[in-house]
């Protein structure tokens, strides 16, 4: 096959995505595949490149890419790197070479990636592409309209409200001390804090609206962090998430060595079947038949939260995705492998 593997863009996330990208391009090459990686962003040349044979050509995206680093980057930085960034999202001939694909990778992470907005686009202009579709990815990353879907659902979340920044009140929250604050839309923890009295919650309010205009205040659930990934309609082993220092922010989850992952989580058979049969609701009552990741705390209550959906789930070194299909024998090749076809309905 012939498959673009879309990666970069403008997010926050965008580090993130191109180490996701440069994984997989690597993995579909050792699958046999003609492989492009390719910058949503950027673009391949000029506007008016030939882009004839574009899958048989040297790809020097790859040996561009080298580690995420501790801070995500700035947005305003971002937009320098294209001369004509106003002109719009896409860089020069993305849309031309991803109709000349078989299937897009979709390799994006943050709200570009994965807010719906590109896969509307290629919705519209006939182009093949991994994970969800639109309506559903929109829905999955707004966190208030998630909250709103699981509570339907029955899917237990967090006590808290979402405040628009036209209505911002830096008094305590009705959840109380301490909470978490984070961005509407974001992803990968950017922006997010925990606050723990009134001078903390200002300085949240300040980071998390200095990202979006609308952010969402949870109680703070004192507990065990897992993540359950949803391929294909199954749910996979629960992977446990332990920071060796402070929460499971951007630098801990990109940062080798900056947490613990055990996957098969430890717990109760009981409990485990539990945390899985609610990730696939989860994901049904989003509509993400493809796949996704869910996020959960465990309360030392006993209480089960899940915190977010993910619908391009990260596929970096650290990634947890990948660790819990390697739980079960699925080497990350055949993973990758596997979300394509899961993509298309086809086998290869």
Partial sequence: MNITVLCGGISTE???????????????????????????????????????????????????????????????????????????????????????????????????????????????????????GYMSSALAMDKRMTRHIFKEAGVPVAEGISMDISSRSDEEPQCGFPCVVKPNCGGSSVGVSIAHNAEEYKEALDLAFGYENRVVVEEYVKGREFSVAVVDGEAYPIIEIKPKSGFYDYKNKYQAGATEEICPADLPEDVAKKMQGMAKKAADALTLDKYSRMDFILGDNGKMICLEANTLPGMTPTSLLPQEAAAIGISYDELCEKLIQVSTGEDR
């Fill in 14 to 132: 965008r580090d993130v995505s191109l180490i996701t990208g440069k994984n997989v391009a690597e993995a579909l090459r050792r699958n046999g595949h003609n492989v492009l990686l390719l910058d949503a962003f950027l673009g391949y040349g000029e506007p008016d490149a030939d882009i004839s044979g574009i899958f048989e050509k040297d790809d020097s995206l790859l040996d561009k890419i080298s580690a995420i680093s501790e801070k995500a980057p700035d947005i305003a930085t971002l937009n320098e790197l294209r001369k004509d960034y106003e002109r719009g999202y896409f860089g020069p001939n993305v849309i031309n070479i991803c109709r000349a694909s078989d299937i897009v990778f979709m390799a994006l992470h943050g709200e570009d990636g994965e807010n719906g907005r590109v896969q509307a686009a290629f919705d519209l202009n006939r182009i093949r592409y991994t994970g969800t």
